[in-house]
């Protein structure tokens, strides 16, 4: 097990260790302050103490600022593990763009007249965005906020900071074209999101206020995040605290278990992202209304420009350290709406064939109905997993209810109204009364004064309370 802080050793270790019994990570890393004439190095495992919950409580909520304030983040991307070291053996002449001169029959505008070079379009997300270090959670908190980044690839040294995008082969910068083929999360917001955080914003005038640009950046880092690993479940909100500090000023609000109060009836509007599936972990670390109590990829389907229909009436997620970012103490936090709730009934169907995972199969599916209206079982996302369609049992279809989140007209190939609504389980208490638990989302795509629209809101308007 490689070197690390203990209440045991912390004297030994503050009188010196010796180089010979770090890991080659370590190593490295130290070459590399050396080499840039620097003093001080913040290395994790070394600066908190790690059988002590206390010390990693109060340091890690404190990862942002460390980060924030680094002269420069060294990044062992390739790495797996802290054995694996920075550097790795390579022939510098590979590095060197390849160039062709193209015949004149095969150019065009673009090309010019030159020679042009030729590139793996996918240099950046290989060596970087796809290293095992950044499917770790706790690094998308340390690549937004550390004002400069050396990431140390399988193939070259990269370069990353709030102006530039390069490596040893383009050292004045990425070609555009390579830029534009990173598709995913997180390098797609990096651009917009360190512009809105440095000295001098380059933030739009006029139209679009900042706090707008600051949500829609928190909304993909969140879905970016949910895609990363955590080793411990229960650090959720904890590593990504430091970002949502650094953008509370520019949202001017209050955070709230993952959301933040003023857009808190939009970010309800959580659920699985593409290719993904969610399932809730076994230890309970958020209210079921948080896209951080469930385990996989989300994203977020109702955006500032939609039409709310419902209201916020009181919201409760305290902290265990009281600064309302990081770990939650679940047992207190409850969400109160006023929304047109309603019950949803569900009517057996006739048996029909099934493709399950690429096998054929016959079911009995379940169509949900809001009043007399029947809605496809496919409108429907679940939180934890997908029950089968013919599979959902007695309790769970005599307790479920729908709530409107809100409206947009539908720009996308099925013209018409989305509408977008929390799935939610009643709950019965002795202590308190009702509340409800979120268990999905609906997710409506319909031409305008459709009976199922009208379905949706016929409601009568009432509160009620999730947790």
Known sequence: MPICL????MKQSQAGIALSVLPQTFRDAISVVRSAGQKYLWIDSLCIIQDSSEDWAREAMQMGSIYDGAWC???????????????????????????YEPPPDLRSPKLGNG???????????????????NSRAWVIQERLLSPRIIHFGAQQVFWECQELAACES??????????EQVPQMP??????????????????????PPPFLA??????????????????????????????????????????AGFWRKSLAHGLAWTWARGGQLYRPDTIRAPSWSWASVEGPVEFNLHKRWNVTVEVVSCNAP???????????VGNAHLTLRGQLQPVQWERQETMPFMISGVSTMITPWTP????????????????????????????????????????????????????????QKQNSSVGGAWYERVGLLNVVREKRHPDLDALFRGSFCSFSLK
């Open 215 to 256: 949500y829609e950046a928190w909304c993909e880092i969140i879905a970016g995040y949910t895609k990363c690993g955590l080793t411990q479940s229960k650090d959720k909100l904890v590593a990504i605290a430091g970002i949502a500090k650094r953008l509370q000023p520019y949202l001017n609000d209050a955070p709230c």
């Open 187 to 208: 390098t797609r917001s990096f651009n917009s999101f360190k512009r809105l955080l440095a000295p001098f914003p380059d933030v739009v005038r006029g139209a679009i």
């Open 369 to 424: 109905k809001i009043g007399r209206v029947e809605f496809p079982w496919w409108d429907i996302t679940w939180d934890n997993g997908r029950p089968t369609t013919d599979g959902l049992d007695e309790p769970l279809r005599n307790t479920l209810f729908v709530v409107p989140l809100g409206w947009s007209d539908n720009t996308g190939p099925r013209q018409g109204v989305r509408v977008v609504g929390l799935l939610l």
């Open 73 to 99: 983040t060294i990044a062992a991307t390739r790495s797996r593990d802290s054995t694996e070291g920075c550097f790795v053996a390579r022939d510098p002449r590979l590095l060197r763009p390849c160039t």
């Open 170 to 179: 383009f050292p004045a910068g990425l070609p555009e074209d390579i830029i």
């Open 319 to 329: 902290t265990k350290d009281g600064s309302g970012f990081g770990e939650l103490e």
């Open 6 to 9: 203990e209440s045991a050793t």
């Open 115 to 133: 020679p042009v070079y030729i590139v793996n379009s996918s240099l950046w997300i290989s060596n970087v965005d796809k290293a095992p270090l």
